[in-house]
C-alpha cells in the first residue's frame, strides 16, 4: 500500500515540476538579480504564515503558523516560524502541537523557490481509555528536515516539501511528502 501511494505521490509532483519547467521554457522575460544595500533592515521583512482548521464529526484540528523572513537579496531570504495546534479525536485522544522553526529559501530564478526547513516541535497527546487499552500519555519532541520546491508567482509560492528525517512511528504527520502553499507580504 505505502509503495502504491509514494508512486501516486511522486507522479503528482513530476506532473507539477513538468509544468513549472513548461511555463519557463516559454518565458521569455529575464530579470536580473541586483542587490540593494540602500534599504534598511525592515524593508526586507516579509510576514506570512498559516492557519489551518478541520472539523469533523467528532474530529477537531486547529493550527496557528506565524512565521516570518528576512532577505537577503533578491535570491537568497532566510526566516523563522512558531507552530501552535490542537487536535482531538472524540472518545480517543486530544493533543497540543507547540514549537518553532527556521527557514532558508534560494530563488535561482523568480519563478523557482528552492527551501530547507527544520522543524522542532513539542507534542503532548493524551489518550482516553476505552475497552482496549488504559488512558495514558505521550509526550515527545519530533524533529522535521524539509527539502522542498515550488513555483513562485509574486508573494505567493506552490509547491511540495519532503521530510528527510520522517519516521513512520514518531513524526508528526502521517507522510514525508507533503503539498505547501507559501504566501509572504
Known sequence: MKE????????????????LFSNLAVSQTQQNYV??????FWERVQFGG?????????????????????NINEIVAVGVG??????????YYN??????SIVGLVNPIPEIQLSAELEQVRVNTDYESNSFRPAFSDNYWDTALYLGAGYRT????????????????????????MPFVRVYF
Request: no cysteine; hydrophobic share 40%; net charge negative.
Open 4 to 19: 502504491n501511494h509514494f508512486s501516486i505521490v511522486f507522479k503528482s509532483f513530476f506532473v507539477i515540476l513538468m509544468f
Open 82 to 91: 512558531l507552530q501552535f495546534g490542537y487536535l482531538s479525536s472524540k472518545n
Open 35 to 40: 542587490i540593494d544595500n540602500t534599504t534598511g
Open 154 to 177: 509574486g508573494s505567493v509560492t506552490i509547491g511540495a516539501r519532503y521530510d528527510v528525517l520522517f519516521d513512520d512511528d514518531r513524526s508528526l504527520y502521517g507522510s514525508a511528502f
Open 95 to 100: 493533543s497540543f502541537v507547540y514549537g518553532g
Open 50 to 70: 498559516g492557519l489551518g482548521l478541520g472539523i469533523g464529526s467528532g474530529y477537531t484540528d486547529i493550527s496557528v503558523m506565524p512565521s516570518a523572513i528576512y
